[in-house]
């Protein structure tokens, strides 16, 4: 499986930015892909996640109501994944990395998967 993240860049607050990752390879067990970020000297964080058929979505709560994610599919390409993020605040700042997840612990065959990471910076 391989990810392939495009889109972030510099923005003042209240801005939009769209990010976008092709989610290409071995995808058929693939159920679930979102979008994770970082910020300096902090952990890595879940932003939002979408499950492979695109029917149930997850945000965390300061980005609800300002974040969307959204999935494509393409018999030949794969997955895109999706983050359309508006009114952004300067807490949004980090690396963003986009993250595929297939199998579960229960059944001992989990995997993630992640992209490159993207830098987004908002400012004041």
């Known amino acids: 499986v391989q990810l392939q993240a495009s889109g972030g860049g510099s923005v003042p607050a209240g801005g939009s930015l769209r990010l976008s990752c092709l989610v290409s390879g071995s995808i058929f067990s693939i159920n679930t892909m979102g979008w994770y970020r970082q910020a300096p000297g902090q952990q890595r964080e879940l932003v939002a996640s979408i499950s492979s058929g695109g029917a149930r979505t997850n945000y965390q709560e300061s980005v609800k109501g300002r974040f969307t994610i959204s999935r494509d599919y393409e018999r030949n390409r794969g997955y895109t994944v999706h983050l359309q993020m508006t009114s952004l605040k300067p807490e949004d700042t980090g690396v963003y990395y986009c993250?595929?997840?297939?199998?579960?612990?229960?059944?001992?065959?989990?995997?993630?998967?992640w992209g490159q990471g993207t830098q987004v910076t908002v400012s004041s």
């Open positions: 993250n595929a997840e297939s199998g579960t612990v229960a059944y001992n065959d989990y995997a993630a998967y």
